[in-house]
């Protein structure tokens, strides 16, 4: 149950304009290209208008694949192909600075930050882009699951000086001998 199903009927229900058809970056563009072609040739999905008028954005799976800076890309993708209006910067006004101390509650567990971290270890390639792209790449003290996808060009240099706990799951004590803030 943690993954949506769905199905070619469903599509059909939901009548999209556009559909994402995502890819890993080591298998862009052939990837996009038989997904496109898939959609196109299955007769259930003919009268979609996605398909219908090849409205396909072509995104790839760390732009999609979890919350990160990569985001961004595919949100200003779609927003092309859908011809919005450009974003206003109106929102950043409206900014404030967090306010310590702060109690964050996610999956049944609250914790409690008596000031910012100082000392952080990202468990995931994402986390690790988004702090560096924030500019507190020098808060990392650690890294692990950092190695899957080339970071975006403007943070690559950044990024690399990050050290690597591990390329997959590091063992607690490699964890933990890095002293994060707890």
Known sequence: EAYAQSN?????????????V?????????AW??????????????????????RFVRVIF??????????????????????????????????KHTQYPLTISNCGRKVTFEKAPERVVTTWHYVTELLVKLGLADKI??????????????????????????KASAQKEVLFAAKPDA
């Open 22 to 30: 995502v890819a890993y970056p080591a298998a862009v563009p052939q």
């Open 62 to 95: 760390p732009e999609v694949g979890a919350g990160g800076v990569r985001n961004v890309d595919a949100v200003q993708k779609l927003a092309e192909v859908l011809a919005a209006n450009p974003a206003s910067d109106a929102g950043a006004a409206a900014v």
């Open 33 to 54: 290209i038989d997904g496109e072609k898939l959609l196109s040739d299955l007769p259930v999905l003919q009268n979609v208008p996605a398909v219908k008028n090849k």
């Open 141 to 166: 003290v650690g890294s692990q699951n950092s190695t899957h996808f080339d970071p975006p060009a403007d943070i690559a240099a950044d990024f690399q000086r990050v050290p690597v706990l591990a």
């Open 8 to 20: 070619w009927e469903e599509y059909v229900k939901r009548d999209p304009e556009v559909i994402l």
